[in-house]
């Protein structure tokens, strides 16, 4: 759980440091996604978890 907790604080400074150098092209790429159809979020939104656990899971072996 450890691991989990020290995870989601980096994902959090990561977009925060990106929200704070970056503040347009954040609100544009905000504005794209959210012109995408709620099925193609989803799809991304999937393949970047299993992404991200394929990552950690050959990290970590």
């Known amino acids: ?4 907790g020290t995870a989601l ?3 959090v400074a990561l977009e925060g440091m990106l ?8 609100q544009r790429m905000n504005a794209q996604v959210a012109a995408l159809a709620p099925r193609s ?7 970047a978890a299993v992404v991200g656990v ?8």
């Open 54 to 61: 394929a990552a950690v899971w050959l990290i970590r072996s």
């Open 9 to 11: 604080a980096l994902a």
């Open 41 to 47: 979020v989803r799809l991304a939104g999937l393949a």
């Open 19 to 26: 929200y704070s150098l970056l503040p347009a092209v954040m």
């Open 1 to 4: 759980m450890k691991d989990f």
